[in-house]
């Protein structure tokens, strides 16, 4: 076992598809539940976006400490997105449960699944939108990518999809409240007090 599990603090993933506004559903759940649950920060090698501060939204770090890192088996997962690498460090969680927090991790669904390899006792929990056609809809809608990064964006949903089927969890988001309200329900039922 890898970390201290008698303090009873459950470490909770949750992934979604892109355009699902899953980090709207992450944010009202952390607002509404901040005394007991913090939201991971992860390392990231993309540059930062505008309002993005490192240590707050992400450790912003180069390739070759990312690279050097995975050498040493710091990461308790990782994965390459969009040309970026992102993961968690091991010690990072060890601290926030010795601090009495239960984690949330904002992750894609190949560090997901690396999460439930090494901690079978982390809870999975994927977020999906009603149907492929509403995402397609949601994704035109925002008018801000050209149809090749739709289509890739789409496959990308579909193989996301497919990877769900391993989570514990799957949480439809038709409607904001209904899907925070579903994952704390989710939350209550795997945290022992
Ligand atoms: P963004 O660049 O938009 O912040 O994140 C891109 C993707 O990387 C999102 O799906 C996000 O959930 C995922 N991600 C963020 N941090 C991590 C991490 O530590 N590990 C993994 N595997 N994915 C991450």
């Known amino acids: ?41 992860s390392c990231t090698t993309r540059k930062p976006r505008v309002g993005e501060i490192d240590g707050i939204h992400y450790f912003f770090i180069t390739k070759e400490e990312f690279e050097k890192n995975i050498l040493e088996g710091k990461f308790l997962e990782y994965a390459q997105f969009a040309e970026n690498y992102y993961g968690t460090k091991e010690k990072y969680i060890k601290q926030k449960f010795e601090e ?34 509403e995402l397609e809809n949601r994704l035109r809608g925002r008018h801000t990518e050209d149809e090749e990064t739709i289509q890739k964006r789409l496959a990308q949903v579909k193989t996301e999809l497919i990877r769900s089927k391993k989570y514990d969890y799957i949480v439809i988001n038709d409607n904001i409240n209904h899907a925070v309200e579903e994952i704390e329900k989710i939350t209550r039922d795997n945290v022992k007090e």
């Open 100 to 133: 009495g927090f239960n984690i949330i991790l904002e992750i894609e669904t190949q560090g997901a699944l690396q999460v439930k390899e090494k901690m079978p006792e982390a809870v999975l929990i994927f977020i999906a939108p009603p149907s492929v056609e």
């Open 1 to 41: 076992m890898l970390y201290n599990v008698s303090m009873n603090k459950k470490l909770f993933v949750i992934s979604g598809c892109s355009g699902v506004g899953k980090g709207t559903v992450i944010n009202e759940f952390m607002k509404r539940n901040s005394e007991n649950f913090i939201l991971s920060v």
